[in-house]
């Protein structure tokens, strides 16, 4: 990961909070960060000036910006420890930034293709996690963690992502007896997940968890649906890997 640059456009709250839930029967730790910016207004007019577009690289039911590299790297630094102490990364394994985005949801529950409406896993990979910075002080819907009630699956490792996506594609076929397809976003349990956690959206609040996590915003329809930074559900979506 580079260097953090001397001057960066915010400071980190030195009385930071953290606390660690322990997600489903596999217990998997995540981080909750509350109160992690000092400044966080200067980050949330850093993502008011951007330019977003439609993210055609992923499912991501929005708009996204991307963020600077070296802003990346200065909101990760300060909770790196965490990564190694309670994410169990090994000590050997040195942290890279992926591309990271500041992100807005807009696509209406009609709008959604099939797998928009089911939890997601980002990667099988072991060491691979994404930091979830809520940023706006409005009404917004939070994170939901999964288990994949067919499978028995919380998270999806590269032992099990065949047999998982071969049962997800079963249960879209109706090979299993019922439709399982369903249109909206998965914000609750139904026949073929589990909600087993959530982490409600507070601003400030910065939640750390494995990319192979299955998980999806609890979208507030009413409320989630926004292009407008100073309004929307405003997030910054940061993904780092330990290699």
Do not use: W
């Not at 500041?102 to 990979?125: C, G, N, Y």
């Not at 288990?147 to 992502?161: C, G, L, N, P, W």
């Amino acid at each position: 990961m580079p260097a953090i640059e001397a001057a960066t456009e915010f400071i980190i709250n030195p009385n930071f909070t953290v606390r660690v839930k322990r997600i489903g029967l596999e217990e998997t730790p995540v981080l909750v960060i509350d109160d992690y910016l000092a400044n966080i207004d200067e980050l949330r007019q850093q993502a008011s000036k951007q330019d977003y577009c439609e993210d055609k690289q992923s499912f991501y039911p929005g708009i996204r910006s991307p963020i600077a590299t070296k802003t990346v790297t200065a909101l990760i630094q300060p909770v790196l420890p965490g990564f190694y102490k309670v994410l169990k990364v090994p000590n050997h394994l040195k942290p890279a930034a992926h591309p990271s985005y500041f992100s807005l949801i807009t696509k209406q529950p009609e709008q959604l293709v099939a797998m928009q409406t089911i939890p997601h896993f980002d990667t099988s990979r072991p060491y691979y996690f994404a930091a979830l910075l809520y940023l706006n002080e409005f009404t917004h819907g939070g994170t939901g963690f999964f288990r994949h009630k067919a499978t028995h699956y919380e998270r999806i490792t590269d032992s099990k992502v065949d047999s998982y996506l071969a049962s997800v594609q079963a249960e879209f076929d109706g090979q299993n007896g019922q439709d399982s397809h369903h249109q909206g976003y998965q914000t609750g349990s139904n026949q073929q997940y589990a909600l087993i956690d959530s982490i409600p959206y507070q601003t400030n609040c910065l939640v750390i968890y494995p990319g192979n996590l299955l998980h999806s915003t609890l979208v507030d329809n009413n409320h989630d649906i926004n292009e407008h930074p100073i309004t929307g559900r405003l997030t910054a979506n940061i993904f780092v890997e330990f290699q």
